[in-house]
């Protein structure tokens, strides 16, 4: 069965310093969907307001060159996930769906997380905090701060305010191993990585917590949890950040919707392409 599959790689204000990663995984997904015969259409998120008629900012309706059995979706412009809800609505399968997207802004997922029993950072701390910008995701380093004390606390909320970014959240700093993982909601993948061992960092932030000094932890139970998280928002393909402390407890400070998987985008791609197939012959 042939199948019409559009792609929507991510703006590249949202994938800072990420834009090649991000298409790539992108690309590894499509080209193994390809290869089955599957019609596949791609297009940068910055390029649908071409394709589609926008009324106005409360009535969108899409043009039907976008129409597609299957979306694979990337994007995250209010825009793009307001069309995508309509297009979830008439039936067509949008991977990720636009509501957990939504739901991975930086204050909802906290909220979320706190809510359902996930380990998180504390607010308060006596090794300084972490403050996040929650209006979008965080697009330079700026929009991610560490503040050491009081005084810098507060001078960097001020910084924020004067780019008229108010809507933060602030999180204790947590000393420990600092860990990304990688997930395929209901499969067998599951991926950790220390970025202080391969030096691949995003933004420099990672720094902060020293060089990874492996402590012990129960994988297992931190792949339960960050399912615990995909199923509760919907979402499949995801990612984020644990710290893992001296004493092998550990706490979420991160969870984001389709990660570049650039530390195993192999493996990653073929599981993703796995539960895309299943989808098709469901079809």
Known sequence: MKTNIL????????????????????????????AEGHAITTINEEDIQACYDIINTDNCRAAPCL??????????????????????????????????????????????????????????????WWIKRCDETAQTANDIRYAANEQEKVATLMALKQRNI??????????????????????????????????NYKFQNEKINGKA??????????RDCAEKIAHIIGISFY????????DGSFVFIDFNDWPSFSRCREAASQTMAQQIKQIINRL
């Not at 204000?13 to 080209?31: C, G, Q, V």
């Open 7 to 34: 792609a929507i790689l991510r703006s590249p204000r949202f994938s800072p310093n990420s834009e090649e990663k991000d298409r790539l995984i992108m690309k590894a997904l499509t080209d193994n969907l390809s």
């Open 67 to 128: 129409h597609a059995d299957i979306i694979l979706n990337m994007g995250r412009k209010p825009t793009v996930l307001k069309l995508l809800k309509e297009e979830e609505a008439s039936g067509t399968i949008v991977i990720n769906s636009p509501k957990s997207i939504e739901a991975c802004n930086r204050r909802q997922i906290d909220m979320l997380m706190r809510q359902n029993g996930i380990p998180v950072a504390p607010e308060n701390g006596k090794e300084g």
């Open 213 to 222: 000094r492996h402590y012990i932890y129960n994988e297992q139970e931190m």
């Open 239 to 246: 990612g984020g950040d644990c710290i893992v402390k001296r």
């Open 166 to 199: 108010t809507d933060v959240l602030v999180t204790a700093h947590v000393p420990g191993d600092l860990i990304k993982f990688y997930g395929i909601a209901d499969s067998d993948f599951f991926a950790t990585f220390y970025p202080t061992d391969d030096c």
